[in-house]
């Protein structure tokens, strides 16, 4: 099943709410996807979909990654800092203009899991869904 997704507008997911959930577990597939497995109240089990995953930075996974919040930005409102961030380079690298510039035309989104503990994550793709936990009774 899909959930909706709602936003803040500073960009933030509201619903479903995501805050303080526990980050399970990650899994790239072969179809350039992530699905995020996050369990705990308010949300309840969910898995968090990047579709057309085209670049991923992940720091800090521990046991018990708390989700403080996740945001999502696309055009104007992608960061150069959180684009640096995700290709790993210093913000005044030549290149990352073109990359805005690439992401910003082709639509692309650039989303940030900001962690209370444990897990940040940075991952820009085409679009994201909320769909039933796919891992649950198998962590």
Same mark, same amino acid.
């Given at each position: 099943?899909?959930? $909706? ?5 500073? %960009?933030?997911? #509201?619903?479903?709410? !995501?805050?303080?959930? @526990? +980050?399970?577990?990650?899994? +790239? ?15 309840? @089990?969910?898995?968090?979909? !990047? ?7 992940? %720091?800090? !996974? ?9 945001? +999502? ?12 961030? +995700? ?9 990352? $203009? ?7 035309? $082709? @639509?692309?989104?650039? #989303?940030?899991? @900001? ?10 793709? $085409?679009?994201?869904? #909320?769909?039933? %936990? ?6």
């Amino acid at each position: 099943m899909s959930y $909706q997704i709602t936003y803040s507008d500073a %960009d933030e997911i #509201v619903e479903p709410d !995501f805050h303080d959930a @526990n +980050v399970n577990g990650l899994l +790239v597939t072969n179809d350039k996807s992530l699905l995020v497995s996050i369990s705990g109240s308010p949300c309840g @089990n969910k898995c968090l979909v !990047f579709h057309g995953l085209e670049r991923l930075r992940c %720091d800090d !996974f521990r046991q018990g990654n708390i989700i403080l919040d996740i945001t +999502v930005s696309s055009g104007a409102s992608i960061n150069v800092d959180d684009l640096a961030y +995700v290709h790993e380079v210093e913000r005044d690298t030549p290149f990352l $203009q073109s990359a805005m510039d690439r992401l910003r035309s $082709q @639509n692309f989104l650039l #989303v940030r899991l @900001n962690p209370s503990y444990g897990c940040s994550l940075v991952g820009i793709c $085409q679009s994201i869904t #909320v769909e039933d %936990d796919l891992f649950s009774g198998k962590l």
